[in-house]
């Protein structure tokens, strides 16, 4: 099985988890959580600017190493 990766802040997203959003020109985003979900399309933040993005991402970074 395939690893996504969220399309809002990075986060793996293990098979089975997640919301699949399909816009209307085919293009396929996968969220690890409602709240990237919402943040991504009803919002339209940055993830660049939320410290909570930046905090899971260095966060991960760091597991990684």
Do not use: E, H
């Amino acid at each position: 099985m395939k690893i996504y990766q969220c399309a809002f802040c990075g986060a793996d997203i293990p098979p089975g988890y997640g919301i699949m959003y399909v816009k209307s020109d085919g293009t396929v985003l996968r969220y690890c959580s409602r709240k990237c979900f919402v943040s991504a399309t009803k919002y339209g933040r940055n993830p660049r600017k939320l410290a909570w993005v930046r905090k899971l991402q260095r966060k991960q970074k760091q597991s990684t190493s």
